[in-house]
């Protein structure tokens, strides 16, 4: 029996081309018949891509008090959510910055996100620039996501199971800010710190993954209480996952100004004296 009629019969999948098919958009880099300035969404996120990998590299590897800019990234109970609870930086050398211990968890999990990979393979790889525009013809030769690296892509399942270990400590970080020197406090950093927390939250539960994890693989939803259950928690989760890129951004852009927040601290440039906050830090 051939291949093609045992993927009639349903015996076999239909093998995946070794290359990328040429797409249905017009022929050609930047080629398109759209008239909108199709280019300001990809270029706005290549800068703020950009600017964010730039930014959290400073601050989470040089930006330590053994390192090159020797800043500390905790103050007055706060710890920069880079570093979460700092774990090990007692044993770990001053040179060492405690933030890769779980930091990579984060960047295996972002850059494999689902929404992550739309955006940066239009903004850093014209695959293709935007919906309807041509792009390169050099990529007729991109094996996709089949090869290396680009294979690893198909392990984000696994990234977000390891992507709750931070999402835990940075609720726990937050229960460490509210509670200091052994009483409840309600300051301006433990704000920071839930909202940062609530919009990580967000951007995890809505992880297509996620929504997977509770709804797929049931071929009845009412057909009995566990498996209604756990249709409401997956229309749920479709609800949050609809904004998944908005939580994605809002997301790291919480998580710097939490940096910045325990920054200014450690810096001295905001304290108890300063006006109208200083008594709610
Ligand atoms: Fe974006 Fe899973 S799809 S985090």
Not at 123 to 135: Q, S, T
Not at 143 to 154: A, S, V
Not at 171 to 176: A, Q, S, T
């Amino acid at each position: 029996m051939t291949v093609s009629e045992q993927v009639e019969q349903g015996r076999r999948v239909e093998p995946r081309p070794a290359t990328k098919p040429p797409g249905s958009a017009k022929s050609g880099f930047g080629a398109t018949l759209r008239v909108d300035r199709w280019i300001i969404k990809p270029g706005l996120i290549a800068f703020g891509l950009i600017a964010f990998i730039i930014y959290a590299t400073v601050s989470a590897v040089f930006a330590i008090p053994g390192a090159f800019l020797g800043i500390d990234y905790a103050a007055e109970g706060y710890h920069s959510p880079f570093f979460g609870i700092a774990i090990g930086e007692t044993v770990l050398p001053a040179w060492f910055s405690p933030a890769i211990l779980v930091l990579w968890i984060q960047v295996f999990f972002r850059a494999t996100c689902y929404y992550f990979r739309g955006a940066y393979y239009k903004a850093f790889f014209m695959d293709p620039p935007a919906c309807a525009v041509g792009e390169p013809t050099i990529h007729r030769k991109y094996g996709m996501e089949n090869r290396f690296p680009f294979i690893l892509m198909n392990a984000h399942r696994f990234a977000l199971y390891l992507a709750f270990i931070p999402l835990a400590v940075l609720w726990w970080d937050l229960v460490l800010s509210v509670w200091h020197d052994g009483s409840l406090r309600l300051g301006i950093g433990v704000f920071l710190i839930a909202a940062d927390a609530i919009l990580v939250s967000l951007y995890v539960f809505s992880c297509h993954s996620f929504r997977h994890l509770v709804g797929g693989g049931i071929d009845c939803f009412s057909c009995t209480a566990n498996t209604r259950r756990r249709h409401g928690i997956w229309q749920r989760v479709s609800a949050w996952n609809q904004y998944h890129g908005v939580w994605a951004w809002a997301s790291l852009f919480s998580i710097v100004l939490v940096d910045l927040y325990v920054r200014a601290l450690a810096l001295d440039i905001i304290n108890s004296g300063t006006p109208i906050i200083g008594g709610f830090l």
